[in-house]
């Protein structure tokens, strides 16, 4: 699963819970990314993310990922006015030095911050 034309300039602002899933894991491997990768995430997340605390369903470090695919995407809709939901996705993994993950399904609860969409927690 691929954005068309690569990630959409304007992704913050989408109200599509998936899509901001994708985008975080089209982000992997990509150092001057914009939006950055943190940028889908809430400040409680990021804080997970930087110290390797948050389970986004990678057997390597963040320093080991080349690339992420997402292989299948899955939500429940939402209203307009909702304030959270989940997105379920099955991602494979590369690492840097060739290796590649089984596919591992993550499990991501999303909430609305300031009218955007942030990925707030994460099961595997």
Do not use: C, H
Request: hydrophobic content about 35%; charged content about 20%.
């Amino acid at each position: 699963i691929d954005f068309p034309s690569g990630i959409p300039a304007d992704i913050l602002d989408t109200p599509y819970p998936e899509k901001i899933v994708l985008a975080f894991y089209k982000t992997f491997g990509k150092s001057n990314a914009s939006p950055t990768i943190v940028e889908y995430l809430t400040t409680a997340a990021t804080n997970d993310f930087m110290s390797s605390r948050l389970k986004y369903g990678s057997p390597y470090s963040l320093e080991q990922v080349k690339t992420a695919v997402v292989k299948e995407l899955s939500y429940y809709p939402t209203q307009e006015d909702s304030q959270s939901t989940v997105v379920t996705v099955k991602v494979v993994f590369n690492s840097t030095d060739g290796q590649r993950s089984n596919l591992t399904e993550v499990r991501w609860t999303l909430i609305r911050e300031q009218n955007r969409w942030k990925m707030q927690m994460a099961e595997s």
